[in-house]
């Protein structure tokens, strides 16, 4: 036996809409948003290789971890300021946290893992995975006719 929802009306109830949509699908959270904090990203494909430009002014290269397991590239990063003032006999500490993690999975198999690069300039974090030999595009070969 199957169970089937009913609806009353062919418009879905707030509570459907909220439970239905993509704001209780957790993985795509990996995606950036006008109001977020969450770095930007553009993807490239070319015949040599992938790469990721990540937009993260203000940050230096220390900031950033750069990992690659299981055909899965990892960027994430923590920062944490405390900035104390005193002026005469008040003090004040302020405290900033930031952190951010974004996860890409590539394609089985076509990263030379070995020769992955990343780095820091201006404010973009470059990181290239270069693709292996045996899945770069090949010229067209002319067979000659016997």
């Given at each position: 036996?199957?169970?089937?929802?009913?609806?009353?009306?062919?418009?879905?109830?707030?509570?459907?809409?909220?439970f239905n949509?993509?704001?209780?699908d957790?993985?795509?959270?990996?995606?950036?948003?006008p109001?977020?904090?969450?770095p930007?990203?553009?993807?490239?494909?070319t015949?040599?290789?992938?790469?990721l430009e990540?937009?993260?002014p203000?940050?230096t290269?220390k900031?950033?971890?750069v990992?690659?397991?299981?055909?899965v590239?990892?960027?994430s990063s923590?920062?944490?300021?405390?900035?104390k003032?005193?002026e005469d006999n008040?003090?004040?500490?302020?405290?900033?946290?930031r952190?951010?993690?974004r996860?890409?999975?590539v394609p089985?198999?076509?990263?030379d893992?070995?020769?992955?690069?990343a780095?820091?300039?201006?404010?973009i974090l470059n990181?290239?995975?270069p693709k292996?030999?045996?899945?770069?595009?090949?010229?067209a070969r002319e067979i000659?006719?016997?």
């Amino acid at each position: 036996m199957t169970l089937a929802r009913r609806s009353e009306s062919n418009f879905p109830s707030l509570f459907d809409r909220f439970f239905n949509s993509d704001l209780m699908d957790w993985n795509l959270t990996n995606f950036s948003g006008p109001n977020n904090t969450l770095p930007a990203v553009n993807v490239k494909e070319t015949d040599d290789e992938y790469i990721l430009e990540v937009a993260a002014p203000g940050m230096t290269k220390k900031d950033f971890k750069v990992n690659f397991q299981n055909n899965v590239l990892t960027i994430s990063s923590e920062k944490q300021e405390e900035k104390k003032e005193n002026e005469d006999n008040y003090t004040r500490r302020e405290f900033s946290y930031r952190s951010f993690q974004r996860s890409f999975t590539v394609p089985h198999n076509d990263v030379d893992s070995d020769k992955i690069s990343a780095a820091y300039a201006d404010g973009i974090l470059n990181v290239k995975l270069p693709k292996r030999e045996e899945v770069k595009p090949k010229p067209a070969r002319e067979i000659k006719i016997s």
